[in-house]
Structure formats: C-alpha cells, structure tokens
Nanobody, 125 residues
Framework: VQLQASGGGLVQAGDSLRLSCATS????????VGWFRQAPGKEREFVAA????????AHADSVKGRFTISRDNTKNTVYLQMNSLRPEDTAVYYC???????????????????WGQGTQVTVSS
C-alpha cells in the first residue's frame, strides 16, 4: 500500500483545510486508514481513523466537532476536513493504512504498517 498525503499549508486560526490521503488502487477497499500528527518536540498522536467501508470513524477528543474523517473508495482517497483550526493544531500530519488492522487498534499508531510522507499544517494566531 502506497500513501500520498497532501493539502497542508499555512492558515490563520479559525480557517479550514482539507487533507487528502491517496492510496494505491486495488487494495484500498481493504484497508483501514488513520491520521496522526506530530508537533515539534512532541510525540506523534492519533487524530482520526476510518474503517474499511467508512462505516466506522473515530476522532481524538481534541479535534471532535472540528475535524471529520471520510473516504471515497471510488477515488481511493481518505480525507480529513479540518475546521476552526487552532494554533495548537500545528503539526506534520501523516496518514497511515493497514489491511489487517482491527477496529479496537485503530487509534494505535503501531498497528499500522504503511505510512505516507506527511504534510505540514501551520496555524497562525
């Protein structure tokens, strides 16, 4: 599984961004996908995850109500819509995927075998 994250940028507090995670084709419908982020000097943390079919989603408490994960299997892409961005959302955002992940492990970064290269999100106050 190859992953390509995109959509990051420099925005002001309160703005929105949509990140995309494009994946390789034939296996896409069989993989669960997660978004994680890492701010400078901090550990990488869970942001959101979506199940293979999109029927299951999970969001970190820090982003609930502001971020929404979704997927379009016809486009082999998972999205992270980020609204009401805050300076503390500044980080490199990574998407991760795994064909054998079980839902109870979806928030665990070590459960994912495949990672994209990351996209920088910077939110100014």
């Amino acid at each position: 599984v190859q992953l390509q994250a995109s959509g990051g940028g420099l925005v002001q507090a309160g703005d929105s961004l949509r990140l995309s995670c494009a994946t390789s084709g034939r296996t896409f419908r069989n993989v669960g996908v997660g978004w994680f982020r890492q701010a400078p000097g901090k550990e990488r943390e869970f942001v959101a995850a979506i199940s293979r079919t999109g029927g299951g989603t999970a969001h970190a408490d820090s982003v609930k109500g502001r971020f929404t994960i979704s997927r379009d299997n016809t486009k082999n892409t998972v999205y992270l819509q980020m609204n009401s961005l805050r300076p503390e959302d500044t980080a490199v955002y990574y998407c991760a995927a795994d064909p054998s992940i079980i839902w109870s492990e979806a928030q665990n970064q070590y459960a994912y075998d495949y990672w994209g290269q990351g996209t920088q999100v910077t939110v100014s106050s």
